[in-house]
């Protein structure tokens, strides 16, 4: 299955050679008919009729039809990378909250160094937020994992929230969004799919106009022009 | 049947009261909108899907949908008491059957889906208009759905057939007085996900009725997709 | 999510630095938007957004007898229910404390005050009188759920009117004529005072009032034209000292009348 980031960025310039053109659409809608259109996610086929099984944004890419989501709780996937916040230490590692339905937890094995296991609080505290990868995604919940750049614990600065189904557009195409509101604000930023996002900067002022910048970016469900618009954003708030 | 017959607010038998509906009004659930049949005002809120609590309810082969109604102390002219009544807790499970069929549950094995339906102000149809505020809601929650579901009441007043009743023409005497029948379906759909009735209705005539209902819905579901697109388009 | 410790720290650093994230100052409130007639069926009834807090609050009348220490009054009965449709932290089921709490506070700043003349409600001395049932309902919590509640009780009851009473001496919802015995002047509000470490605030979002370690609420009102101390309750372990005390009676004469003003093409 094809990781949602990717999956997203090619979604955000409007192709214009697609028949589908971005169109909003509601559950049971027919989007468009046709036998050799696929039926992709947030679709299902009906006869002739590729139809709409969720509220959102209907597109076309190489014949596949699908739905982007544009509101809505997050759905844990495999590769996802979130920022959760530790409610309880076990025996044997981490529960941790990442604002979905299963419980996630962060087994000890995946700590880098060496823990022990008295010493597991001083690692990572009730109230801690950590970044993670999530590694499995089972009936029973969700396991996390450390494994890639900069995941771990997040040390200062502050967390915050905005609708997960808006987070590729704050990443942009290949990072590029979210990179222009790094250099324009000198913040540190990782962004969790689950729609949770940690700023830290060198100034109150700078975090504050990143988040600022990031929320003004969530707000927007069309996403033609944006990286103009936000460029323009700030140089009216310099 | 006299298809001429004036009700007293002026309507035809089959006109429905104006529709007023607006998604998003409450902003810290993941869907939530509120829909009204003239004075009969219904919001609902969406959260899920999330984790159930106790454990034990959780179901490891779909997701649950928990749909709570109640009405507003002051929605009525004789103050309700705070706390569930047993008519609240009968529609909280009838509404919840009524948009079940809709949803894919079984993408969110172990999860729950709650869905708050509250009303503001009652004048006969406060199901109906929940559960249509309550389809608008999940759907707003970007929840999967085979459909948007709509709902309403039609029923008879002595002979005549009607659709979306005020409380007035609930209460009518005359003849065989007023029968309701509280409907709901799928939009795209012929099945019906919601069957209540009181009054008296002959076995012969219930085709009828459902098929005026029917016709109805359709006018509900565009007034559901459009409070959809609508909030997009505020840009 | 709970409020996670670095967002604590982050937040008691920025009030320290008499900061916040939109923006305002420390003692300020968030836009308020005010409309009435929530329900053609309440008495009176009024929805007051403060920021993103949303509370609608519904006035019924109805007979009842009057308590038995005091069969000269009209009785007055305050509810809080904290719907789950308001927050994802509200659960169904039994009042939760806050939900007590809510109406209670709203109960005592209102009796305390002398707004509602409840010695005016009285149709049979000491067997029959009205009830007055102020409902609560937060619709949205953003924080600050008790100030946006009592404000919206206190607009409710100033536009609510009487029913009528039949021959029987019933009363006839249809008709309502007379507003509700109300002291014309006093117009009590509650002001909620936050506290995270040195820092006092006022009117805090969700995010914030999550962060913060202790509250208390004043109800305030004019009396003679003198601002009244009406009720103060203290929630949270946390203590206050005198100082902070103090430093809250400084200002809240003056944020009352800030607050009342918003009121005013209201009442």
Same mark, same amino acid.
């Given at each position: 299955?094809?990781?949602?980031?990717?999956?997203?960025?090619?979604?955000?310039?409007?192709?214009?050679? *697609?028949?589908?053109? /971005? /169109?909003?659409?509601?559950?049971?809608?027919?989007?468009?008919?046709?036998?050799?259109?696929?039926?992709?996610?947030?679709?299902?086929?009906?006869?002739?009729?590729?139809?709409?099984?969720?509220?959102?944004?209907?597109?076309?890419?190489?014949?596949?039809?699908?739905?982007?989501?544009?509101?809505?709780?997050?759905?844990?996937? /495999?590769?996802?990378?979130?920022?959760?916040?530790?409610?309880?230490?076990?025996?044997?590692?981490?529960?941790?909250?990442?604002?979905?339905?299963?419980? *996630?937890?962060?087994?000890?094995?995946?700590?880098?160094?060496?823990?022990? =296991?008295?010493?597991?609080?001083?690692?990572?505290?009730?109230?801690?937020?950590?970044?993670?990868?999530?590694?499995?995604?089972?009936?029973?919940?969700?396991?996390?994992?450390?494994?890639?750049?900069?995941?771990?614990?997040?040390?200062?600065?502050?967390?915050?929230?905005?609708?997960?189904?808006?987070?590729?557009?704050?990443?942009?195409?290949?990072?590029?969004?979210?990179?222009?509101?790094?250099?324009?604000?000198?913040?540190?930023?990782?962004?969790?799919?689950?729609?949770?996002?940690?700023?830290?900067?060198?100034?109150?002022?700078?975090?504050?106009?990143?988040?600022?910048?990031?929320?003004?970016?969530?707000? =927007?469900?069309?996403?033609?022009?944006?990286?103009?618009?936000?460029?323009?954003?700030?140089?009216?708030?310099? | 049947?006299?298809?001429?017959?004036?009700?007293s607010d002026?309507?035809?038998?089959?006109?429905?009261?104006?529709?007023?509906?607006? +998604?998003?009004?409450?902003?810290?659930? $993941?869907?939530?909108?509120?829909?009204?049949?003239?004075n009969?005002?219904?919001?609902?809120?969406?959260?899920?899907?999330?984790?159930?609590?106790?454990?034990?309810?959780?179901?490891?082969?779909?997701?649950?949908?928990?749909?709570?109604?109640?009405?507003?102390?002051f929605s009525v002219s004789d103050r309700?008491?705070?706390?569930?009544?047993?008519?609240?807790?009968?529609?909280?499970?009838?509404?919840?059957?009524?948009?079940?069929?809709?949803? %894919?549950?079984?993408?969110?094995?172990?999860? +729950?889906?709650?869905?708050?339906?509250?009303?503001?102000q009652a004048d006969?149809?406060?199901?109906?208009?929940?559960?249509?505020?309550?389809?608008?809601?999940?759907?707003?929650?970007?929840?999967?759905?085979? $459909?948007?579901?709509?709902?309403?009441?039609?029923?008879?007043?002595?002979?005549?057939?009607?659709?979306?009743?005020t409380k007035e023409?609930?209460d009518?005497?005359?003849?065989?007085?007023?029968?309701?029948?509280?409907?709901?379906?799928?939009?795209?759909? %012929?099945?019906?996900?919601?069957?209540?009735?009181?009054?008296?209705?002959?076995?012969?005539?219930?085709?009828?009725?459902?098929?005026?209902?029917?016709?109805?819905?359709?006018?509900?579901?565009?007034?559901?997709?459009?409070?959809?697109?609508? +909030?997009?388009?505020?840009? | 999510?709970?409020?996670?410790?670095?967002?604590?720290?982050?937040?008691?650093?920025?009030?320290?630095?008499?900061?916040?994230?939109?923006?305002?100052?420390?003692?300020?409130?968030?836009?308020?938007?005010?409309?009435?007639n929530?329900s053609n069926k309440a008495e009176g009834?009024?929805? &007051? !957004?403060?920021?993103?807090?949303?509370?609608? &609050?519904? &006035?019924k009348l109805a007979l009842?007898?009057?308590?038995?220490?005091?069969?000269?009054?009209?009785?007055?009965?305050?509810?809080?229910?904290?719907?789950?449709?308001?927050?994802?932290?509200?659960?169904?089921?039994?009042?939760?404390? @806050?939900?007590?709490?809510?109406?209670?506070?709203?109960?005592?700043?209102?009796?305390?005050?002398?707004?509602?003349?409840?010695?005016?409600?009285?149709?049979?001395?000491?067997? !029959?009188?009205?009830?007055?049932?102020?409902?609560?309902?937060?619709?949205?919590?953003?924080?600050?759920?008790?100030?946006?509640?009592?404000?919206?009780?206190?607009?409710?009851?100033?536009?609510a009117q009487i029913p009528e009473l039949d021959e029987k001496?019933n009363p006839n919802y249809e008709l309502k004529k007379k507003?509700?015995?109300?002291?014309?002047?006093?117009?009590?509000?509650?002001?909620?005072?936050? !506290?995270?470490?040195?820092?006092?605030?006022?009117?805090?979002?969700?995010?914030?009032?999550?962060?913060?370690?202790?509250?208390?609420?004043?109800?305030?009102?004019?009396?003679?034209? @003198?601002?009244?101390?009406?009720?103060?309750?203290?929630?949270?372990?946390?203590?206050?000292?005198?100082?902070?005390?103090?430093?809250?009676?400084?200002?809240?004469?003056?944020?009352?009348?800030?607050?009342?003003?918003?009121?005013?093409?209201?009442?």
């Amino acid at each position: 299955m094809r990781n949602e980031i990717n999956e997203a960025h090619e979604a955000v310039e409007l192709d214009s050679d *697609a028949s589908v053109k /971005r /169109r909003v659409i509601v559950p049971g809608e027919v989007i468009i008919t046709g036998e050799d259109y696929l039926p992709g996610e947030g679709t299902r086929r009906q006869g002739e009729n590729i139809i709409a099984t969720r509220f959102g944004l209907a597109e076309e890419a190489g014949k596949v039809v699908r739905v982007i989501s544009i509101f809505g709780a997050f759905v844990p996937r /495999r590769n996802n990378v979130i920022i959760g916040r530790v409610v309880d230490i076990t025996y044997n590692g981490w529960l941790v909250d990442i604002d979905a339905a299963p419980q *996630a937890f962060l087994p000890i094995e995946e700590v880098p160094r060496f823990i022990n =296991k008295n010493e597991m609080d001083q690692f990572l505290a009730i109230g801690d937020i950590l970044s993670a990868k999530i590694w499995s995604v089972k009936s029973r919940g969700v396991d996390l994992a450390l494994k890639g750049k900069g995941l771990g614990k997040l040390e200062g600065g502050f967390v915050f929230h905005i609708i997960p189904s808006r987070v590729p557009r704050i990443i942009g195409r290949e990072g590029s969004m979210i990179n222009l509101i790094k250099d324009k604000t000198r913040c540190n930023i990782t962004v969790g799919q689950n729609g949770w996002i940690w700023i830290r900067g060198p100034e109150i002022e700078d975090e504050i106009k990143a988040r600022k910048a990031i929320e003004f970016v969530a707000d =927007k469900v069309f996403v033609n022009g944006l990286t103009e618009k936000v460029e323009q954003w700030f140089e009216e708030n310099e | 049947m006299a298809k001429e017959f004036k009700r007293s607010d002026g309507r035809k038998f089959n006109e429905l009261r104006p529709m007023t509906t607006r +998604v998003g009004v409450v902003p810290n659930a $993941d869907g939530s909108a509120l829909f009204a049949f003239g004075n009969t005002v219904a919001i609902a809120a969406v959260y899920g899907p999330r984790k159930l609590h106790p454990q034990h309810m959780q179901d490891p082969s779909t997701g649950v949908l928990r749909c709570n109604y109640d009405m507003l102390s002051f929605s009525v002219s004789d103050r309700k008491k705070p706390g569930p009544s047993r008519r609240a807790q009968e529609i909280s499970k009838v509404a919840g059957w009524a948009l079940a069929p809709a949803i %894919d549950l079984d993408a969110f094995p172990n999860t +729950v889906i709650d869905v708050q339906i509250y009303i503001l102000q009652a004048d006969s149809g406060t199901r109906t208009a929940g559960i249509n505020a309550a389809s608008i809601a999940l759907a707003h929650a970007g929840i999967p759905m085979k $459909d948007l579901v709509c709902s309403l009441a039609v029923g008879k007043l002595d002979k005549d057939f009607v659709t979306d009743l005020t409380k007035e023409e609930e209460d009518f005497e005359d003849g065989e007085g007023a029968t309701d029948f509280a409907v709901a379906k799928p939009a795209n759909s %012929d099945e019906f996900s919601l069957l209540q009735m009181d009054g008296k209705i002959r076995p012969e005539q219930v085709n009828e009725i459902l098929k005026l209902a029917s016709e109805a819905c359709k006018e509900i579901y565009e007034v559901q997709k459009r409070a959809l697109k609508e +909030v997009v388009s505020q840009e | 999510m709970e409020v996670s410790n670095v967002t604590r720290e982050y937040i008691a650093k920025l009030f320290a630095n008499e900061k916040r994230f939109d923006g305002r100052k420390l003692l300020e409130y968030r836009p308020i938007e005010i409309s009435l007639n929530v329900s053609n069926k309440a008495e009176g009834s009024a929805r &007051v !957004k403060i920021g993103k807090t949303d509370v609608v &609050v519904g &006035v019924k009348l109805a007979l009842g007898e009057p308590y038995p220490d005091s069969p000269d009054e009209g009785n007055l009965v305050c509810t809080g229910e904290l719907l789950p449709l308001a927050s994802p932290k509200f659960e169904s089921g039994p009042p939760a404390f @806050q939900a007590i709490e809510l109406g209670r506070l709203v109960d005592r700043v209102i009796r305390e005050s002398g707004m509602i003349e409840l010695n005016k409600l009285v149709i049979t001395h000491g067997e !029959k009188v009205w009830t007055i049932y102020i409902d609560i309902y937060p619709i949205n919590d953003d924080g600050n759920l008790i100030d946006a509640s009592t404000m919206a009780a206190v607009i409710a009851l100033k536009n609510a009117q009487i029913p009528e009473l039949d021959e029987k001496g019933n009363p006839n919802y249809e008709l309502k004529k007379k507003h509700i015995p109300l002291s014309k002047d006093i117009v009590p509000l509650s002001l909620s005072f936050f !506290k995270l470490e040195d820092a006092i605030i006022l009117d805090p979002t969700r995010e914030e009032e999550e962060a913060c370690e202790a509250r208390i609420t004043f109800g305030i009102s004019k009396w003679n034209k @003198q601002y009244m101390l009406n009720s103060c309750q203290k929630i949270g372990i946390e203590t206050l000292t005198q100082e902070e005390i103090g430093k809250m009676m400084d200002i809240i004469s003056k944020n009352f009348e800030e607050l009342s003003e918003k009121l005013k093409k209201f009442l």
